[in-house]
C-alpha cells in the first residue's frame, strides 16, 4: 500500500464529476436551474446515486430526502461523513453546494482506488432543499435531519409552485423509509465555495472556517392609509412607502454603526395596493440581520425595535438562527492536513448559512471554503479553479482519513 500521507484525490475525475453533473438543468449562460424536488433534482440525484453504487456505497434516504451513501468500514460505528447539497438557486452556478457532495464522492473514490480500508464508515450526504428557492425555508433537509421540523409540518410546506413538500418527494422518488435523525454520524465535515472575495484577495487556496455567523430575519409593517394620488395634498398623507424608506434609510446606518462585522440588509418590499395613482396604504420589509455574536445580535435587534416604535410600525421576529462555533477537534484534524500538504489557508467566518451549521447540533462538524471567482454566487457567472477545488477536497481527505483511522 501506497504511504497514507502522500495519497492525493484524482483532481480531473473531481472536475469532471462538475462538469457532467452541469448539463442537468443547464443554463444559456452556463449556471444551472435546479430547484429542490424538481424534475432536474430528480435527474441530478439518480446520477449521484448511480455513482454511489459504482463505488461501493450503500445509499439510504430518509423522510426528508437527504441522501447517505456510506462506504463500509472494519467497525460497525457511524460514519465520518461529508456533503452538502446538489439543489442550486433559479440561476445559480455549477459549484455552491455541489462541490461539497462531489468532494465527499471523490473521497470515497480515491479510497478505492487506492485500496485503503478505515476503521469508521466513510458517507457522502445530499442534503434536500438547501437553497430555499422552490420551499421557502434554506437549509431545509439538515435543519429537519437536526430535529427543527416535525415531519407533518416539512411534508406539508407549499412550493413555491404549488406542490406540497412530501407530495414532489413521493413523485419524484425520494420520500425515504429512514427516520429523520436516525443516520448517526461520528463527525461531519462540508466543503463549500466561499462566496466572497477573501480568499482570492488573499490568493489562498482553503479557508478553514471556525465559526458562522448568527441570523435573524424581521418582518416590519408599516400601515398608512390609500388615498388619491392626484387629489390628496402632500401635508395630507399618510404615506407607507415613504415611511418604510425612511426607516430602511435608518437600519442602513444601524448596521454601519456596527461594523465591521454587522450585516443589516432590506431585499423585499411589499407595497399595498401597488398602483401607481394610489397612495401605499401598507407596506411591507423583511430585514435580514447577521453577526458571528449572541450579544451584539440582541443590541442591535433592540436598536430595530426602537426605530420601529418611533416609526408606528410593527415588527416580528420570523427567523433566529443563532451563531454557531465548530467542533475544535474537526477544526485541528483540517488545521493538521492542510499544514501537512503545505496547503497555504487562513482561518475564516462563514457569512452564508451551510447544512454543516444544523449538523454541527448532531454531531462534531466543521467546514472548508475554496475561493470563487470575484467571489460571485447564485450567478451563472460562479466559477471555481479546478487546482482550488482539488486542493480542497486534499485537505477534506485526510482530514477524514484522520477521523476514520485506517486499518
Excluded at 156 to 177: H, N, Q, T, V, W
Excluded at 191 to 206: D, F, K, S, T, Y
Excluded at 216 to 227: F, H, I, K
Aim: contains cysteine; negative net charge; hydrophobic residues 40%.
Amino acid at each position: 500500500m501506497a504511504d497514507i500521507s502522500k495519497i492525493k484525490v484524482d483532481g480531473d475525475r473531481l472536475w469532471r464529476s462538475h462538469m457532467d453533473l452541469a448539463k442537468i438543468g443547464a443554463l444559456p449562460g452556463g449556471g444551472c436551474c435546479r430547484l429542490a424536488l424538481s424534475d432536474e433534482d430528480r435527474e441530478a440525484r439518480d446520477l449521484f446515486a448511480g455513482w454511489c453504487a459504482d463505488a461501493g456505497c450503500r445509499m439510504e434516504v430518509d423522510r426528508a430526502g437527504n441522501m447517505f451513501a456510506t462506504r463500509p468500514g472494519s467497525r460497525d460505528a457511524p460514519p465520518v461523513a461529508s456533503g452538502s447539497h446538489l439543489d442550486t438557486q433559479p440561476h445559480g452556478g455549477r459549484f455552491d453546494g455541489i462541490y461539497g457532495v462531489m468532494a465527499a464522492l471523490e473521497i470515497i473514490r480515491t479510497l478505492n482506488d487506492h485500496g485503503i480500508e478505515t476503521a469508521l464508515p466513510v458517507a457522502a450526504v445530499n442534503w434536500t432543499n438547501e437553497e430555499g428557492a422552490r420551499f421557502p425555508a434554506g437549509i431545509l433537509g439538515s435543519s429537519a435531519y437536526a430535529g427543527k421540523w416535525t415531519l407533518k409540518d416539512l411534508h406539508s410546506l407549499k412550493a413555491s409552485d404549488g406542490p406540497l413538500f412530501g407530495d414532489e418527494l413521493k413523485r419524484i422518488g425520494y420520500d425515504g423509509s429512514l427516520d429523520l435523525g436516525d443516520f448517526a454520524m461520528s463527525a461531519f465535515f462540508e466543503a463549500h465555495i466561499e462566496q466572497g472575495p477573501v480568499l482570492e484577495r488573499e490568493n489562498l487556496p482553503v479557508g478553514i472556517v471556525t465559526k458562522v455567523q448568527g441570523l435573524r430575519w424581521y418582518e416590519v409593517t408599516v400601515d398608512g392609509a390609500d388615498r388619491h394620488a392626484g387629489t390628496t395634498p402632500m401635508d395630507a398623507r399618510k404615506d407607507s412607502l415613504v415611511a418604510a424608506a425612511r426607516m430602511i434609510v435608518e437600519l442602513e446606518a444601524i448596521g454601519l454603526a456596527h461594523r465591521p462585522d454587522a450585516r443589516v440588509t432590506v431585499g423585499r418590499l411589499d407595497v399595498s395596493p401597488n398602483s401607481g395613482s394610489t397612495i401605499p396604504g401598507r407596506t411591507v420589509f423583511n430585514i435580514d440581520l447577521r453577526h458571528p455574536e449572541t450579544a451584539v445580535l440582541d443590541r442591535i435587534e433592540s436598536e430595530i425595535e426602537e426605530l420601529c416604535r418611533k416609526s408606528a410600525a410593527h415588527v416580528r421576529r420570523v427567523i433566529d438562527m443563532p451563531p454557531v462555533d465548530f467542533d475544535a477537534g474537526c477544526l485541528a484534524d483540517l488545521e493538521r492536513s492542510a499544514g501537512g500538504q503545505a496547503i497555504a489557508h487562513r482561518h475564516m467566518l462563514s457569512g452564508a448559512l451551510h447544512d454543516a451549521s444544523p449538523v454541527s447540533t448532531m454531531a462534531p462538524a466543521a467546514m472548508i471554503f475554496v475561493p470563487c471567482r470575484d467571489g460571485i454566487s447564485h450567478n451563472e457567472a460562479e466559477w471555481a479553479e479546478p487546482e482550488h477545488l482539488e486542493a480542497g477536497c486534499n485537505v477534506l481527505l485526510h482530514a477524514m482519513l484522520a477521523r476514520a483511522g485506517v486499518v
